[in-house]
């Protein structure tokens, strides 16, 4: 009977690590085959799917790094932290804060300001960049990181703050009341009670505004003209042009490297928005 | 609901009030930066130059020596290089001219022309600083291309044409002759026929939804015929556009040209194209500037394209492959110019450029690259054939995108099948004419 | 009674305090976007050139004459019902995977989670081609089992549906929240119930799937909302071909405003697909009283 039902548990973990690695074949191929041309000959890149290059070419990435003009790969990973890192710290502060107003209390026009929030996401953005752009000409904030930063400080982004609305209404309120009876004010309930129980919507809040900010291209390309202040987005699209021969295993190598700081981060992350919570004694 | 209701009307009416009161304010704010700027000027250190191009590495690499070569002539000068790739140049360039924040020289596209002089006058006439600029050395045709309405809008920095761009290896495979002159409208089908039949993975022709269209453009005017002619009428009847589209679905027919199905998504991406990087495409109609990215596994060629006996005009024109404009709103129009100048018509300034930007579009230039020994020889020979084969330089009609766009749509249906070639040539011609009164209520 | 509405003053004061941030910049950056875009929608302003006042034939032009204008209402429309639900589907399926202890399990969840951070990327469009092209490496695969190849990108009854699996693929973000949903749920819910003898579908069905509503609403209305305004996917693999079959509304608004300098137009175009957008969260939102489960008492 035992015997049955461990071999029983044996098989689901057999099924379920085949299928995951069979899924996680298909779901990483491109990001092999990324690897793989970094190191192909440039002619060779498009010919075949191969993932084996006929033959390795190992200076794309010393080549790569260098750049174009005065300046390397160096520069653009610093700016892309430079730009990333505070968007990052700011928006899960600011909309933290906002979400917790928002799940918590009760005030006039909550659910007008609420709606308003949400709305904010819904209008498509090519109409809104001209205003937009504009709006931060007159602040004289052009070719800067302030039109990325200062909008994180106010959490513009509903996503996140919805998000973290969401998050706060799955912690019984009655984490709170204790608070409360112990003493706390609205923001000791915040960072003491709520903060802990919340590690798992913070760190993917986190992540995914790391990872927004590091490959957004668009926004960077109509903010920012020196080509000392491009994060790595832009850079790595200055190389390509229509009528031109790229170094493509040089691309490549660039685009592996671009994606490892984004990597790094979710591998170490994802102990905390898989770490489970212990709520009892306070449940139940 | 009814909540949802309120919220938005309160919302909307808030809206309003606040911006009546963002209104005044930008107001103020934009007078008070127009003083700010009458005061730098009047300063003179050193004069800073905002400059900004497309391109790839080579063309990177070459401008900035170029920059560098001037501001170390120039120690007045001082030269913002702001370069990045083709994606969303354009897009950023139309935000910068409706913010006015454009750099004072920029490199534009010979397709944009028309569209932005419809928006308002962003580049200042060569001839109007023509005491430094010297246009003498530029072909008239080549001024007139990248002129709308009599006003020059900046100046050609290199010369391109399209000519048909082929696989040598597969010519010598099977037996095609590589004569320049060889090709007419009859022997593209047969030869294209036997190449498919001999291999049915082989394609005499690839052409793309947009290349195709243009192919019909020049089918077209070979006999003297364009589909939109210059003054926005339409240049065609039924029977005559009928006629070239059953042209086109013959080529689909015996196999000439490659189905779109398999090729169409690589359009604008034939160095990404399997097919003609693995040698199973003879050739295509393309523009000269390309040559480079296309032959990098083979050699290539360049032979011209399909003539009829007797047409007058080839289709095929000259254009300017990129155009550096001086921006009317700029503040040192006179620096810019003299900087252009260097770049266009200085010999240091030739030299130090090479051909990054295509074949020098000077007379003088040409001869300075190529005495060097620069000049890819595919590209300079496209040009020579364009030149003794010359056409019609393009007309704003054919600039126009939403004219582009439905011609593209209609090439697409008849590929696809979708259309037959007379329910394709009956049913654009109604649309473009619906389109064109459109346009023409609009100006 | 008094010390009751004092203290309540005091809870409101405090609410708004949390919220200003998010008051201040919305008024600063979001607001007058938005106005200027409303009164764009009734002009003929193309970026450029001084708007004049058009009254609403931008929106009568939109529905009586703009042939793209529905295609590309359908086409969304069917984009959306096919990738948000198997989106979500398969970022639940892969997250409850995921939250099983499996040796390695770690090294999986950030494979899973790679193609959401290779994003839009140059090297994704380059393979999704390659991947999808007619000799390319599915129909190759499915040439084993003797299956004809398709065209995938090239047959405009079926490329909809392959730009679908690219937003499916990169599943990452909805799955990364499932997992954070997941903790969430406390232990002892599950402990309690296998005492009570409940299976493990049971289980699913009445505390995994019950706990995880306040995040499945979250991911249904932002997949919902980002899904309306797609625009990459169909951007860089089929650019709205073959035959407008992926002309998604996002990129038809991109074509108004940024190619053919329509701006007044396309803002017009995108405040229909604001009130489509608004309309649908609303009800989704309002469904939500129905199904969704808040350890808050629900009150909002």
């Known amino acids: ?284 | 609901m009814r909540t949802l209701k309120r919220i938005v009307s309160l919302f909307f009416i808030s809206c309003f009030l606040l911006f009546s009161i963002v209104g005044c304010g930008s107001k103020q704010d934009t007078e008070s930066s127009n003083g700010k700027d009458d005061s730098t000027a009047k300063k003179d250190e050193t004069i800073e130059l905002r400059f900004s191009w497309w391109g790839g590495e080579a063309r990177h690499e070459g401008t900035l020596a170029a920059i560098d070569a001037y501001m170390k002539e120039n120690p007045n000068i001082k030269i913002e290089a702001e370069y990045s790739g083709w994606d969303g140049y354009y897009q950023k360039l139309v935000t910068q001219l409706a913010g006015q924040t454009a750099p004072d020289i920029i490199q534009i596209n010979y397709n944009w022309l028309y569209d932005l002089r419809r928006q308002g006058k962003f580049f200042t006439d060569p001839r109007d600083l023509q005491d430094i600029i010297d246009i003498s050395g530029f072909s008239q045709a080549s001024l007139d291309a990248i002129s709308v309405d009599g006003e020059l809008q900046g100046l050609p920095t290199g010369l391109n044409a399209v000519g048909m761009i082929y696989n040598k290896e597969f010519f010598k495979k099977n037996n095609i002759p590589e004569d320049i002159d060889y090709w007419n409208w009859d022997n593209l089908i047969e030869v294209g026929k036997r190449v498919h039949e001999a291999d049915p993975n082989q394609y005499l022709l690839n052409e793309f939804p947009n290349s195709l269209t243009s192919l019909v453009d020049m089918y077209l005017e070979q006999q003297d015929k364009e589909i939109i002619k210059g003054d926005f009428t339409l240049g065609v009847n039924v029977d005559e556009l009928t006629e070239a589209y059953e042209y086109v679905q013959k080529l689909f027919d015996n196999g000439v040209i490659a189905p779109f199905e398999i090729t169409a998504l690589f359009q604008d991406k034939t160095e990404q194209f399997p097919k003609w990087l693995n040698g199973e495409i003879g050739m295509f109609m393309q523009v000269a500037s390309v040559v480079p990215a296309l032959s990098n596994n083979f050699e290539v060629g360049v032979v011209r394209v399909p003539l009829k006996e007797g047409a007058k005009s080839s289709g095929v024109s000259i254009n300017a492959t990129n155009i550096f404009a001086v921006n009317d709103n700029g503040k040192h129009k006179e620096e810019a110019a003299k900087f252009i100048n260097w770049m266009l018509n200085h010999e240091d300034g030739i030299n130090v450029l090479k051909d990054v930007r295509g074949v020098q579009s000077t007379e003088n230039g040409r001869k300075i690259l190529l005495d060097a020994g620069i000049v890819n020889p595919v590209i300079s020979q496209t040009i020579d054939i364009a030149s003794k084969y010359p056409g019609e330089t393009s007309n704003e009609a054919e600039l126009n995108s939403e004219l582009k766009k439905i011609k593209y749509q209609y090439i697409e249906m008849l590929g696809y099948g979708e259309l037959s070639p007379s329910e394709a040539a009956s049913e654009m011609l109604e649309v473009l004419e619906e389109k064109i009164k459109e346009l023409q209520a609009d100006n | 009674m008094k010390q009751k509405y004092k203290k309540r003053r005091m809870k409101d004061y405090v609410g708004l305090l949390y919220i200003s941030p998010f008051i201040i910049g919305f008024l600063i950056f979001q607001l007058y976007p938005f106005i200027s875009s409303i009164i764009y929608s009734f002009t003929d302003f193309t970026m450029i050139k001084k708007p004049d006042f058009v009254g609403f034939s931008n929106y009568i032009n939109m529905f009586t004459k703009d042939r793209d204008f529905w295609n590309s209402v359908k086409v969304t429309f069917k984009y959306v019902l096919m990738a948000v639900p198997m989106k979500l589907i398969f970022a639940l399926f892969i997250a409850m995977v995921l939250n099983m202890k499996l040796k390695s399990i770690n090294f999986f969840r950030t494979i899973y989670y790679l193609p959401s951070i290779l994003g839009g990327s140059v090297a994704v469009a380059v393979m999704w081609r390659f991947l999808f092209m007619y000799d390319g490496l599915v129909n190759n695969f499915l040439g084993v089992f003797n299956i004809p190849p398709v065209s995938w990108l090239g047959n405009p009854d079926i490329s909809l549906y392959t730009i679908g699996l690219l937003a499916v693929w990169q599943f990452g973000s909805s799955m990364v929240l499932f997992l954070a949903g997941l903790k969430q749920i406390p232990e002892n819910l599950y402990e309690a119930s296998a005492i009570d003898g409940a299976s493990k579908v049971k289980q699913f069905f009445v505390i995994t799937l019950p706990m995880l509503t306040p995040i499945i609403l979250f991911n249904m209305v932002m997949q919902t909302i980002s899904a309306f305004q797609e625009f990459t996917g169909a951007f860089v693999i089929t650019n709205g071909g073959p035959m407008k079959s992926t002309y998604l509304y996002g990129m038809m608004l991109y074509d108004n405003a940024f190619v053919h300098f329509k701006m007044g137009y396309a803002s017009a175009q995108s405040w229909i697909l604001f009130f489509i957008i608004v309309t649908i969260t609303a009800i989704l939102l309002k469904s939500s009283k129905r199904w969704a489960y808040y350890e808050d008492g629900g009150d909002f």
């Open chain 1, 1 to 284: 009977m035992s015997i049955g039902k461990k071999n029983k548990k044996m098989i689901v973990r057999i099924i379920a690590f085949v299928f995951l690695s069979l899924l996680g074949i298909f779901m990483t191929y491109p990001l092999l085959w990324l690897i793989s041309s970094s190191f192909k000959e440039n002619n060779e890149i498009f010919k075949s799917l191969s993932l084996i290059p006929q033959k390795i070419v190992m200076n794309s990435y010393s080549e790569g790094w260098k750049g174009i003009g005065q300046f390397g790969y160096s520069t653009f990973f610093g700016n892309t932290f430079k730009l990333v890192i505070p968007i990052t710290f700011f928006t899960v502060i600011s909309s933290t804060m906002v979400g917790y107003g928002f799940a918590r209390f009760t005030f006039p026009f909550k659910k007008f300001f609420f709606s308003v929030m949400l709305a904010g996401l819904m209008l498509p953005s090519s109409v809104i960049i001209i205003p937009r752009y504009l709006l931060f000409n007159r602040f004289g904030w052009l070719d800067s990181y302030l039109p990325f930063i200062v909008p994180a400080m106010f959490a513009t982004n509903a996503f996140f703050i919805f998000m973290m609305v969401q998050f706060f209404r799955g912690i019984p309120k009655e984490l709170d009341e204790a608070g409360i009876i112990d003493g706390c004010n609205s923001l000791q309930i915040l960072t003491r009670i709520l903060l802990p129980l919340c590690k798992p919507a913070i760190f993917s809040a986190m992540l995914f505004q790391f990872i927004w900010a590091w490959s957004d291209f668009f926004s960077p390309l109509i903010y920012i003209n020196s080509v000392k202040k491009y994060p790595l987005s832009l850079a790595l699209r200055m190389m390509l042009d229509l009528g031109e021969q790229a170094q493509w295993n040089q691309i490549m190598a660039m685009s592996v490297l671009s994606i490892v700081p984004p990597v790094i981060l979710f591998f170490t992350a994802q102990k905390y928005f898989v770490e489970g919570i212990s709520t009892s004694g306070l449940k139940g």
